[in-house]
């Protein structure tokens, strides 16, 4: 964890908010769960990917808390999770956007290795204790990040015009989760190259992550079921 | 907790209350869970919330209770666990209420952050040892406490009015619950203040707060499923 030393009562919130994480993500998961069935068939998978995602989420925050509490914080884990969970993120809104299938097996063919590449890049830089080197891969992770983002919000402004009354709102406000929490994580990212001797800083960013982690994944996963439940009245 | 030294016999009756609490919740987990489809569509979700909060609420129970076997009572837990149970149970009685969609949506956009600023309003004095802060913070998370619980018996006392027979015995029931069960908290948050080196004192106030949890989330969750069951009754 950067080599910061934390005091009682830091190390008590971040450990809280490790503990909070797993908490919500795994609640998450038992409610997507439940979820799957109450939309339409075109979208169920998306719902079923929504529960992967928090369930593999809980597990590693469950892994880092642990971890944690033992004095130790990997921060590997985060990235073995954003491996698995971000492409799934993607694909299940390519999914309740209804996106044509062709356009939406070239957009995957596109966006799934970008999201393998941003996290791939990134990682390098979250290791690294050279202000330099962390400089440098936030950079190069930052082209696949804007472009995934770039595409998304393309596609999600292209399906809320095709849309109207719930779905359309339903797209909106998906679309306000997916770009206010992704915006998080290349700031936390850079704490360490600000002060990295700033016990404030590394705190702030462990919640950080932690927050935009149940926010980009429980609560857009809420989002997309807000779509496929406003789809599927739309269609009944 | 507190700093309060236990005896062997109340070091067992709170870790057999604790380890009573993780049961129960568990239990109602699964309960809850086999529910879901019992009841009409529109009432689906506030089960599926119910096994969620009684599943958060075990996993917080096993937690408190595997930390207090280890010699340490971490209150944040129960916190942690509010945070995220609360407002759920809060949405899910508007849910079954049948409370029409957009006064719902009002409702919640006001309820779900007095819930939130209850908390984090209680958290600072539970854990200063200062007895002034203690009802400094006391006071003011009472405005939202008391806000919501007149919100909320508003909304009940008007569903019940509406409906009748089993449907308006089962509301009644509910807020019943409701009430007695969320006058527990403000009362055994204020022990220590009364006395913070009573061991009695202390014991009662864990044992209080596993029993006004377990009414408050697995007995409640019980009530709303009852006025699900008779509302899906009532319908077909």
Chains 1, 2 share one sequence.
Not at 61 to 75: C, D, P, V
Not at 94 to 109: D, F, P, W, Y
Not at 156 to 173: C, D, F, H, M, T
């Amino acid at each position: 964890m950067n080599e910061v030393m934390l005091t009682a009562d830091n190390y008590t919130l971040v450990y809280n908010a490790l503990s909070f994480g797993t908490a919500v993500m795994l609640g998450a998961f038992v409610y997507f769960l439940t979820q799957i069935n109450s939309v339409a068939k075109a979208y169920r998978s998306a719902i079923a990917a929504s529960a992967v995602v928090v369930g593999i989420a809980g597990y590693h925050y469950f892994r880092i808390w642990s971890g944690f509490a033992e004095g130790e914080l990997n921060e590997g884990y985060r990235y073995a999770d954003w491996l698995i969970t971000v492409p799934l993120l993607v694909i299940e809104l390519l999914i309740v956007l209804g996106v044509a299938n062709e356009l939406r097996k070239k957009l995957m063919i596109r966006l799934v290795p970008a999201t393998v590449a941003m996290i791939a890049l990134g990682y390098p830089g979250e290791i690294s204790t050279d202000n330099g080197t962390k400089w440098l891969f936030w950079a190069l992770a930052m082209i696949p990040f804007l472009y995934i983002l770039w595409e998304l919000s393309g596609q999600l402004r292209a399906a809320a015009s095709r849309e109207s009354g719930p779905v359309a709102r339903a797209i909106k406000n998906a679309t306000l989760v997916l770009l206010v929490t992704w915006c998080v994580y290349p700031i936390a990212y850079l704490f360490p190259v600000f002060d990295s001797s700033s016990e404030g800083l590394e705190v702030l960013r462990q919640v950080g992550y932690t927050v935009a982690d149940i926010t980009a994944k429980a609560l857009y996963g809420l989002m997309i079921l807000g779509i496929a439940k406003a789809r599927t009245a739309a269609e009944e």
